[in-house]
């Protein structure tokens, strides 16, 4: 009897956590496509993970794009939602509130955009994993911003659960996690913020990619795991 063979598709998978998550879930039982905006990015991602994975390059912010790569794909099982943004840093006193609307479309529109887009061909017995952040969850001054953006993600699941069942729908919160995201600080900068935090951090380090490649690992095989969200972030929101 040959061995059934699941289909992921990661979008944002280029790079960061979606790339790490490809690298953890590609393997006998398990085909993976990522998809990523800048062509060259991607193309390194995939050469990197061997060649082994599928790849689309298109901007998941454009509507079109997203359908267009969506009716070509074909049935698939799980469908992983990586997109980042970074739009809504900074005290909320000086804070740019177009900053916030600027935040979704960045980040939360790609994210339901492709979702719907897949739902024709998404197996309902299938899961889906949305990528929010810690920020949603914590009571630390300067996230007031991506905190409302992100939480949205964190509201938005549990309600796709139950109105999209029998498929599953679940969000990652990861912490402090050292990946490109933060590539918009100066090196020095960089490492000072990730000191900080890892002392803020019960487990007493930053987060890697592959830790949270791990939590959404989790929840894609995990058959019996709907509108949870689980936060990845070595404890932070407790003590931040």
């Not at 998941?60 to 469908?79: C, M, N, Q, S, W």
């Not at 017995?125 to 939480?151: C, E, K, L, M, W």
């Amino acid at each position: 009897m040959s061995e059934t063979i699941e289909h992921c598709v990661i979008i944002g998978g280029s790079s960061g956590i979606g790339f790490a998550t490809a690298k953890r879930l590609v393997g006998p039982g398990m085909k993976v496509t990522i998809t990523g905006r800048n062509e060259e990015k991607l193309k390194g991602a995939w050469k990197a993970l061997g060649g082994t994975v599928g790849k689309a390059a298109f901007d998941a912010a454009k509507p079109d794009e997203v359908r267009h790569f969506f009716d070509g794909l074909g049935p698939f099982d799980h469908l992983i939602l990586a997109a980042s943004g970074g739009k809504g840093l900074g005290p909320f006193a000086t804070l740019d509130l177009a900053d916030i609307g600027s935040g979704v479309d960045e980040k939360i529109r790609p994210q339901l955009s492709c979702l719907q887009a897949a739902l024709p061909t998404l197996n309902k017995a299938g899961s889906v994993t949305f990528i929010s952040a810690v920020s949603a969850q914590i009571a630390a001054p300067g996230v007031a911003g991506i905190g409302a953006i992100n939480g949205m993600l964190l509201t938005v699941a549990p309600i796709l659960a139950v109105e999209l069942k029998p498929l599953r729908v679940n969000v990652v919160a990861p912490g402090v996690i050292d990946t490109p995201w933060w590539d918009f600080l100066p090196d020095d900068q960089r490492q000072a913020v990730f000191a900080e935090y890892a002392g803020k951090t019960p487990v007493g380090r930053i987060g890697r990619a592959e830790d949270v490649a791990g939590a959404i690992a989790f929840l894609v095989s995990n058959g019996f795991m709907t509108g949870q969200v689980l936060t990845c972030d070595g404890g932070l929101r407790f003590a931040a």
